[in-house]
Each structure stands twice: as structure tokens, then as C-alpha cells.
Antibody, heavy 122, light 107 residues
Framework: QVHLVESGGGVVQPGKSLRLSCAASGFTFSTYAMHWVRQAPGKGPEWVAIISHDGSDKKYADSVKGRFTISRDNSNNTLYLQMDTLRTEDSALYSC???????????????WGQGTLVTVSS | DIQMTQSPSSLSASIGDRVTITCRASQGISTWLAWYQKKPETVPKALIYATSRLQDGVPSRFSGSGSGTEFTLTITSLQPEDFATYYCQQYDSDPFTFGGGTKVEIK
């Protein structure tokens, strides 16, 4: 069974950093592109970033470009999101999500992890 | 960026009703569209991808159609477990964008 478990969220002041992790199991992690998606309370989901199956290609939403960095460790089946210079508007539940099919080109999300909550507040 | 617009934003329906939700893209996305169901205190679950293909385990009362800029999600006979918020998402090009959601409530 596919399982995605996020960690690393918390309360942080504006301008500070956090690093999120997503531990994957139940599938061949190294063959799937992976995403981070966030959802603020009362709002719809917002795609944040994608990394290709081998880590060679990364893309970001404009709202986080230059501040967030997505990475992965295929030897440990783990996805990361380094979040720097955090803003209050980054407060949300952050979920990692697997792409629909192997090797990319199918950027719909299934499954999603249960998420880790990030709150940016002074 | 491709903007996704869902309508209605909410609807009230009874058990057994046929429900249709519309999603419009600001530019053509072929059939690169997915639908998700989200219930309170949970994360979204994929229902449909490629406009009309049911994800494994999704009941056949759910169906999707459309192409280009206009798409629909239909639930043919609403069940108690279907009361939730539904989102469309385009994956024609990044940034991958979602609609604003349609909340399906009990009448």
C-alpha cells in the first residue's frame, strides 16, 4: 500500500526557515515524480513544486520561486522541501503527493500524504 | 497561468439526485484534467484523471467528460458518502492549477 508521511511542520516567525520531509513507502519511489501541494484553511489546494523521478528537473509556483527548494533522496525514499524566507501567506497544510504514473508527464496527484501544518506568525 | 473556474461554488442535493459540476479552463488543456474529492479533516482524493478515467476503486456513479476548455463531473445517484468538496485541476502545463471548489451539501 502506498504511504506518504510528512514531518517537519511547526510554528515559525516570518523570515525564518523550515525543512519538510516526506517518507514514502509501498512503491518504487525512484520511478515517480513527486510534488508538494499546500492548502490554507478555507482555501483550495495550491501546487507548490515538482521534482522529476531522478531529481534532474524541478519547477516551482511563482509564489515560492527563489525561496523554496524541492529535493529528494531516492536511496532513502524521502522527499524534501526547504522553505526559506517564510511569509505569513505561506501558512498552510503541506502535503507531498505522488504523480499519477511513473516517469512523469502525468501531473495529477495520487495519493496525497496527510500533511504537516506550517504556521508563519510573529 | 491557466485559470480554472468551477461552478457552482456550492449546491444542495438529496440522496439519489444527479449532480453536475462544471469546470472551465482559461485556455485549452486538451483532456489534461483531474477531479478530486475532499472531505473535512482529510486531504483530497483523486477520483478522475485524463478528464474521464476513473481512478482505481472509485464508484462508477462518478463520471467525467469534456475537452479543451469545458469539463464536467457528474454523480449519477448521490450517496451519503459523496457529500464533500470537489476540485478540478489542470495538468496541461505548470503551474498546475486548481479550481475554487464545489461544496456538495445535503438538502
Amino acid at each position: 500500500q502506498v504511504h506518504l508521511v510528512e514531518s517537519g511542520g511547526g510554528v515559525v516567525q516570518p523570515g525564518k526557515s523550515l525543512r519538510l520531509s516526506c517518507a514514502a513507502s509501498g512503491f518504487t519511489f525512484s520511478t515517480y515524480a513527486m510534488h508538494w501541494v499546500r492548502q490554507a484553511p478555507g482555501k483550495g489546494p495550491e501546487w507548490v513544486a515538482i521534482i522529476s523521478h531522478d531529481g534532474s528537473d524541478k519547477k516551482y509556483a511563482d509564489s515560492v520561486k527563489g525561496r523554496f527548494t524541492i529535493s529528494r533522496d531516492n536511496s532513502n525514499n524521502t522527499l524534501y522541501l526547504q522553505m526559506d524566507t517564510l511569509r505569513t501567506e505561506d501558512s498552510a497544510l503541506y502535503s507531498c503527493a505522488r504523480e499519477g504514473f511513473r516517469y512523469g508527464g502525468s501531473s495529477w496527484f495520487d495519493p496525497w500524504g496527510q500533511g504537516t501544518l506550517v504556521t508563519v506568525s510573529s | 497561468d491557466i485559470q480554472m473556474t468551477q461552478s457552482p461554488s456550492s449546491l444542495s442535493a438529496s440522496i439519489g439526485d444527479r449532480v453536475t459540476i462544471t469546470c472551465r479552463a482559461s485556455q485549452g488543456i486538451s483532456t489534461w484534467l483531474a477531479w478530486y474529492q475532499k472531505k473535512p479533516e482529510t486531504v483530497p482524493k483523486a477520483l478522475i484523471y485524463a478528464t474521464s478515467r476513473l481512478q482505481d476503486g472509485v464508484p462508477s456513479r462518478f463520471s467525467g467528460s469534456g475537452s479543451g476548455t469545458e469539463f464536467t463531473l457528474t454523480i449519477t445517484s448521490l450517496q451519503p458518502e459523496d457529500f464533500a468538496t470537489y476540485y478540478c485541476q489542470q495538468y496541461d502545463s505548470d503551474p498546475f492549477t486548481f479550481g475554487g471548489g464545489t461544496k456538495v451539501e445535503i438538502k
